[in-house]
């Protein structure tokens, strides 16, 4: 029997492998691989969530209405001109598809997000990157990189899986370098983790800025990740766009009834926020100490290096992250975005920090 032949290129696409969450022969792990909420979700979204099981055998609201209006009332947009998904990714896989094709290209930062070049490919187009300076994004690398054929710029900001930020200044010295008929996505998943004076999170460019989207997740610090639900504010023609190419249903009953109630529910993520924040610098403070690398970050993790060690026949990182996982703690390598040497670790809940941090000292001690 004879097998159908995808469209040339994707076949060239390597899978996107998420953060491992289990550990054979370990029943109590703590994971750190993926980024989440230490504290989980939101209880009135837990709530909202449950309700909505009375209500599953109703088809979704197709436009997202309340929620759309939620979102627009908490960060004062347009509530027309923003698009829900099942998650970010679905409205980055949706931009590619609908602006760029075979022929054009599709530009991002060194170690971007890897459903930048996994989008790309899979509407046919060319991912290019363009080299970083001290693991921060390089608005003129980037401007040095656009062709005639560019025809989307993605950027984290703050940017996974480095951790470093991009100031809104630095942000509007790119959109005014681009071509009027560039898209620039500013992928703001890590917005709300985001504190320091000189951050944007992209509201403003997309308001002034010309063809410039901003999308934002619920699976970061509203703790929404196993839900899939993610937004974009737009330019009114880009919004249109979207909905014309988006499923009719693309975003499930009870995603809604929880993103809802996790808007609503601000104390519990003023105290993520701010658990994030002793937290982080406590464990970047640790590590650095240690003698490791840490580049700052503005996100909810830190992105560790290690040195090669005289004597080892195995990388440090890939070391490390052995001896954490028989010490039943996950985090992430960082080898798929060119970080051979790099682990990146979650912030999660204060005994999970210090059992990690002790690890590590066990680990380096050898």
Known sequence: MSVPTPRPGIMDIAPYVGGESTLDGQGQVIKLSSNENAFGPSPLAQAAYTEAAANLHRYPDGGCTRLRR????????????????????????????????????????????????????????????????????????????????????????????????????????????????????????????????????????????????????????????????????????????LNRTRGPFNVSTPAMQAGLAALGDAGFIEAARTHNDTWLAWTRDQITALGLDVPPSAGNFVLVKFPAKPGHNTDMAEAADAFLKGRGIIVRRMAAYGLDDCLRITIGQDNEMRATIDALKEFLAQ
């Open 70 to 241: 939620a979102i627009a009332d908490l960060h004062g947009l347009d509530p027309d001109r923003i698009v829900c998904g099942a998650g970010s990714d679905e409205i980055i896989s949706l931009l590619c598809l609908a602006y760029a094709g075979p022929g054009d290209e599709v530009l991002y930062s060194q170690h971007g997000f890897l459903m930048y070049p996994i989008s790309a490919k899979a509407a046919g187009a060319t991912p290019v990157f363009a080299p970083e300076s001290n693991l921060t994004s390089d608005v003129d690398a980037l401007l040095d990189h656009v062709h005639d054929n560019t025809r989307l710029l993605f950027l984290a900001n703050p940017n996974n899986p480095t951790g470093t930020y991009l100031s809104g200044d630095e942000m509007w010295r790119l959109r005014r370098g681009l071509r009027d008929d560039i898209i620039l996505v500013i992928d703001a998943a890590y917005a709300e983790y985001a504190t320091r004076d000189d951050y944007s999170p992209g509201i403003d460019l997309v308001d002034g800025g010309g063809n410039v989207v901003m999308t934002r997740t619920f699976s970061k610090i509203y703790g929404l990740g196993g839900l899939r639900l993610g937004w974009a504010y737009c330019p009114a023609e880009i919004a249109d766009v």
